[in-house]
């Protein structure tokens, strides 16, 4: 009999899951997108039955479109969005739309527990409270929603709530508890001083499990559900990140991953929790037993190319549109893109700063828009570079996910922007990849990520950076870099106003 595991990759704008053999090999595949809710500035919300929905619907075309037999399924495990919150009740039952990791309404609260708690924060967490994370969002129900905050019980993140589903056991893994800032990174425990001081009961936290760990199999109730085997083995699973540089074999120093998802990630393998960016980096434990991570976000990465074709080019094609802006010139004739578009994280830790174009030009069309769009992304990244310079960190060699990796251009603009060595993957399935390999580890397939990893992970082709257009990036760079001082004071001056008409 065939024996499969399957990757569950819990996106923002989709659930793509991903069925591997023994061999690392990809055997079939499926996806169910879902939206985003925006009702105010700084808003960012999904229904959790989406996921579940989508999550199911995809496994079931796995099944019935693939022909992969449920009892061939021996193993699942999940990469999930990072941050968001799902509020449950005594019953378990979601008390609200969940909160996710680009929401950003929590400024106040984010400003309580550093006034609370200053440096002593990162000094337990390895992170600043930045909005995005989940424990603004836990204080900011309990100030708004009084009456939810009441009857809420537990709370979990997107992944946990999905497998919370499939299992009837609620559980989280060591890197999504990190994201919580309710973690006390270097005693692997929630941390009690962080809960006493803002009151939050420590029962609500989950419980802990490793990402390699099994949470249970399926319920009797998910199996009719969904035609899956109540014999199939379910696995903690990591943060989205964590899973995919474990997909992209991110397993040693001297590597970094780019991902450019929804949001825009640079992440750095750390071999224990002692290297101190003081939180102007994330810091989290990885889905790699006992190993660590650190990274930087830029909000709206593979957002700010989605919205711009969302709004000025619907109908056309993701790669004939990045095929088009690539034949543009170098610096898309002038014009300058920040990726704002949604507040920032890093290294600009603001929920109020809004994008712009600088040098529009009446020369310039739709195409030099996309470029610089895509060439503002990247320039962001390269913010986020500059702070592992200034901490002495280097690396030779960038492995770049996520659908900005699809393109072979946005590729090499990678190498030239960042002046590193740019390696894509065979197949491009990072964090599914990363959770497909969690769950063989799991089964036991494997002894060790490491070794799933040799037989897994295909490195593909590589991208030089060219020192002809590094040298002109560079300049390009020097200008973008000004943008965020420059305009901070008219963004945070619109946001102002744009509150005080809601
Ligand atoms: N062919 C393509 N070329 C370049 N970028 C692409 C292409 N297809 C998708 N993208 C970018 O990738 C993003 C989606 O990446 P993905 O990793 O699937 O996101 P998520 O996991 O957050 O749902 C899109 O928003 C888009 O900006
Ligand atoms: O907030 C973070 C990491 O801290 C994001 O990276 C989210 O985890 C969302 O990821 P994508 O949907 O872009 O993969």
Same mark, same amino acid.
């Not at 400003?111 to 900011?140: C, S, V, Y």
């Not at 060591?174 to 005693?187: E, H, P, Q, R």
């Not at 990402?211 to 319920?219: F, K, L, P, Q, V």
């Not at 659908?403 to 090499?412: E, I, N």
């Given at each position: 009999?065939?024996?499969?595991?399957?990757?569950?990759?819990?996106? /923002?704008?989709?659930?793509? #899951?991903?069925?591997?053999?023994?061999?690392?090999?990809?055997?079939?595949?499926?996806?169910?997108?879902?939206?985003?809710?925006?009702?105010?500035?700084?808003?960012?919300?999904?229904?959790?039955?989406?996921?579940?929905?989508? /999550?199911?619907?995809?496994?079931? !075309?796995?099944?019935? !479109?693939?022909?992969?037999?449920?009892?061939?399924?021996?193993?699942?495990?999940?990469?999930?969005?990072?941050?968001?919150?799902?509020?449950?009740?005594?019953?378990?039952?979601?008390? !609200?739309?969940?909160?996710?990791?680009?929401?950003?309404?929590?400024?106040?609260?984010?400003?309580?527990?550093?006034?609370?708690?200053?440096?002593?924060?990162?000094?337990?967490? =390895?992170?600043?409270?930045?909005? =995005?994370?989940?424990?603004?969002?836990?204080?900011?129900?309990?100030?708004?929603?009084?009456?939810?905050? +009441?009857?809420?019980?537990?709370?979990?993140?997107?992944?946990?709530?999905?497998?919370?589903?499939?299992?009837?056991?609620?559980?989280?893994?060591?890197?999504?508890?990190?994201?919580?800032?309710?973690?006390?990174?270097?005693? $692997?425990?929630?941390?009690?001083?962080?809960?006493?001081?803002?009151?939050?009961?420590?029962?609500?936290?989950?419980?802990?499990?490793?990402?390699?760990?099994?949470?249970?199999?399926?319920?009797?109730?998910?199996?009719?559900?969904?035609?899956?085997?109540?014999?199939?083995?379910?696995?903690?699973?990591?943060?989205?990140? +964590?899973?995919?540089?474990?997909?992209?074999?991110?397993?040693?120093?001297?590597?970094?991953?780019?991902?450019?998802?929804?949001?825009?990630?640079?992440?750095?393998?750390?071999?224990?929790?002692?290297?101190?960016?003081?939180? +102007?980096?994330?810091?989290?434990?990885?889905?790699?037993?006992?190993?660590?991570?650190?990274?930087?976000?830029?909000?709206?990465?593979?957002?700010?190319?989605?919205?711009?074709?969302?709004?000025?080019?619907?109908?056309?094609?993701?790669?004939?549109?990045?095929?088009?802006?690539?034949?543009?010139?170098?610096?898309?004739?002038?014009?300058?893109?920040?990726?704002?578009? #949604?507040?920032?994280?890093?290294?600009?830790?603001?929920?109020?700063?809004?994008?712009?174009?600088?040098?529009?030009?009446?020369?310039?069309?739709?195409?030099?828009?996309?470029?610089?769009?895509?060439?503002?992304?990247?320039?962001?990244?390269?913010?986020?570079? $500059?702070?592992?310079?200034?901490?002495?960190?280097?690396?030779?060699?960038?492995?770049?996910? =996520?659908?900005? +990796?699809?393109?072979?251009?946005?590729?090499?603009?990678?190498?030239?922007?960042?002046?590193?060595? #740019?390696?894509?993957?065979?197949?491009?399935?990072?964090?599914?990849?990363?959770?497909?390999?969690?769950?063989?580890?799991?089964?036991?397939?494997? $002894?060790?990520?490491?070794?799933?990893?040799?037989?897994?992970?295909?490195?593909?082709?590589?991208?030089?950076?060219?020192?002809?257009?590094?040298?002109?990036?560079?300049?390009?760079?020097?200008?973008?870099?000004?943008?965020?001082?420059?305009?901070?004071?008219?963004?945070?001056?619109?946001?102002?106003?744009? $509150?005080?008409?809601?």
């Amino acid at each position: 009999m065939n024996e499969y595991v399957i990757g569950v990759d819990l996106g /923002t704008s989709a659930v793509k #899951v991903s069925a591997m053999d023994h061999d690392g090999k990809i055997i079939a595949q499926q996806s169910y997108g879902y939206d985003l809710h925006q009702p105010h500035p700084g808003y960012s919300e999904q229904d959790p039955r989406d996921w579940l929905y989508g /999550t199911t619907i995809a496994i079931d !075309r796995l099944i019935l !479109r693939d022909g992969i037999k449920a009892e061939e399924i021996k193993g699942i495990s999940f990469s999930g969005q990072m941050h968001g919150l799902v509020l449950l009740d005594a019953d378990g039952q979601v008390l !609200r739309p969940a909160m996710l990791w680009n929401d950003t309404r929590t400024t106040k609260q984010c400003e309580e527990i550093k006034k609370k708690m200053g440096d002593r924060f990162i000094e337990i967490t =390895g992170n600043r409270a930045l909005e =995005g994370f989940t424990l603004p969002k836990l204080l900011w129900v309990k100030e708004n929603e009084p009456e939810i905050w +009441a009857r809420a019980k537990s709370f979990l993140l997107p992944k946990d709530y999905v497998r919370y589903v499939m299992t009837g056991k609620q559980a989280i893994d060591y890197s999504d508890a990190t994201g919580t800032v309710l973690f006390n990174i270097k005693k $692997n425990a929630w941390s009690k001083e962080i809960c006493d001081t803002f009151d939050i009961p420590e029962s609500m936290c989950p419980p802990l499990i490793r990402s390699i760990d099994e949470a249970g199999t399926i319920t009797d109730s998910y199996a009719m559900f969904s035609g899956l085997k109540t014999t199939t083995k379910v696995f903690g699973g990591g943060g989205d990140n +964590a899973c995919g540089a474990v997909g992209a074999g991110i397993l040693k120093p001297n590597m970094v991953m780019s991902s450019i998802g929804t949001s825009g990630v640079i992440l750095k393998y750390e071999p224990d929790a002692n290297v101190d960016y003081h939180g +102007a980096l994330q810091y989290e434990c990885h889905a790699i037993p006992d190993t660590y991570y650190s990274m930087g976000v830029t909000l709206a990465a593979g957002h700010s190319l989605n919205w711009f074709k969302h709004t000025f080019a619907k109908g056309e094609d993701f790669t004939e549109m990045v095929n088009r802006a690539a034949k543009r010139p170098l610096g898309a004739n002038g014009l300058i893109f920040t990726p704002y578009i #949604v507040g920032e994280r890093t290294p600009y830790a603001d929920a109020d700063i809004r994008g712009s174009f600088i040098g529009v030009d009446s020369m310039q069309n739709k195409y030099d828009f996309v470029r610089a769009v895509i060439e503002g992304i990247t320039f962001s990244f390269r913010d986020i570079l $500059n702070i592992y310079d200034q901490h002495g960190q280097d690396f030779d060699t960038v492995v770049a996910i =996520g659908g900005g +990796a699809k393109s072979d251009f946005w590729l090499q603009l990678q190498a030239d922007i960042f002046n590193k060595k #740019v390696v894509s993957l065979t197949n491009e399935q990072g964090p599914g990849l990363g959770a497909a390999m969690l769950a063989a580890v799991g089964l036991g397939w494997f $002894n060790s990520l490491q070794d799933c990893a040799k037989k897994f992970v295909h490195f593909g082709k590589e991208y030089e950076p060219q020192p002809e257009t590094v040298k002109k990036y560079d300049e390009l760079y020097k200008i973008y870099h000004q943008i965020y001082d420059q305009t901070k004071d008219l963004s945070h001056q619109i946001m102002k106003l744009r $509150n005080s008409w809601d």
